[in-house]
């Protein structure tokens, strides 16, 4: 069902909606125009909500991917919530030690055991060009509403779903 906010509420909409979540489908392209697909972890947008950061690797394909062709694809599901946002934007690598040293969180040691000083480990902030989400049925009672309304009247009424611009 459209929403009836406006751009604003819905593009804060989508930054709680992708805190709840955290981890993203990172989708890239590669050479040859295949799209490659792998679960990252979000760190802490930055305050405009333009932004989202991700650790990575320097030699990882997706760094390689990026600068041959810079368009992102980030997908987040809670299939728990049924709540759904699709991201697309630009990435680029960023290698700044203060910032990789703002966002890293010791749980990040796992993946990436050099830590935030190595030049080894780089970010890539994501720059959001737009958004669409799907706010679902989050409640058994919202659910059960749903259905009877939907058997009743054949409309589904149930859910949320719009396209949010974040630049341009």
């Keep these: 069902m459209p929403t009836d906010r ?4 819905m593009r804060m909409k989508v930054r709680e909606m992708i805190a709840d979540i955290a981890t993203a489908t990172f989708v890239t392209l590669d050479e040859q125009g295949r799209l490659r697909g792998r679960p990252m972890r ?13 650790f990575t690797r320097k030699d ?14 980030l997908g987040y599901a809670d299939t728990k919530s049924q709540d759904y946002v699709s991201l697309f934007g630009r990435g680029r690598v960023v290698t700044e030690a203060a910032k990789k040293k703002e966002l890293w969180t010791e749980g990040l040691r796992s993946w990436l055991p050099q830590g935030p000083e190595s030049d080894e480990v780089a970010l890539i902030a994501v720059t959001v060009e737009g958004a669409e989400y799907w706010d679902g049925i989050s409640s058994n009672l919202r659910y059960a509403y749903g259905y009877a309304q939907a058997l009743v009247s054949g409309k589904s009424d149930s859910s949320e779903n719009a396209k949010v611009r974040f630049s341009g």
Aim: net charge negative.
């Design 6 to 9: 406006n751009e604003d509420e």
């Design 42 to 54: 979000t760190q802490k947008p930055d305050p405009d909500g333009h932004t989202l950061w991700f």
């Design 60 to 73: 990882s394909p997706k760094v390689a991917e990026l600068a041959h062709d810079s368009r992102v694809l």
